[in-house]
Nanobody
Framework: QVQLVESGGGLVQAGGSLRLSCAAS????????MGWFRQAPGKEREFVAS???????SYVDSVTGRFTISRDNAKNTVYLQMNSLKPEDAGVYYC????????????????WGQGTQVTVSS
């Protein structure tokens, strides 16, 4: 079992930055590919970014060039640096752990955190 806890969300003005963290306990994250998803009210959970065991990353087109996913296996933590935030980036952000590299569908992940709220004011 892996327990994931997200943090770092909050209220930011459009154009601002936030850094989300996802801390794991129970098992080492170095065994897992990791992903970030987000969900806005009334919408389905949307893939944002993923990072493989070796550090390779993939992003949804709408965040490419603005968001960066990274991992620190020594700290058992995954990060999502979000720059140039837009109102459409708002939602609850979830991190997830799984065994498939570059997975982009929620069903491909085995463990989920409880989410952290990101609000972007225009």
């Amino acid at each position: 079992q892996v327990q994931l806890v997200e943090s770092g969300g909050g209220l930011v003005q459009a154009g601002g930055s936030l850094r989300l963290s996802c801390a794991a306990s129970g098992r080492t994250l170095r065994r897992y590919a990791m992903g970030w998803f987000r969900q806005a009210p009334g919408k389905e959970r949307e893939f944002v970014a993923s990072i493989s065991l070796s550090g390779g990353s993939s992003y949804v087109d709408s965040v490419t060039g603005r968001f960066t996913i990274s991992r620190d296996n020594a700290k058992n933590t995954v990060y999502l640096q979000m720059n140039s935030l837009k109102p459409e980036d708002a939602g609850v952000y979830y991190c997830a752990a799984g065994t498939l590299a570059f997975a982009s569908r929620p069903v491909e992940y085995d463990y989920w955190g409880q989410g952290t709220q990101v609000t972007v004011s225009s």
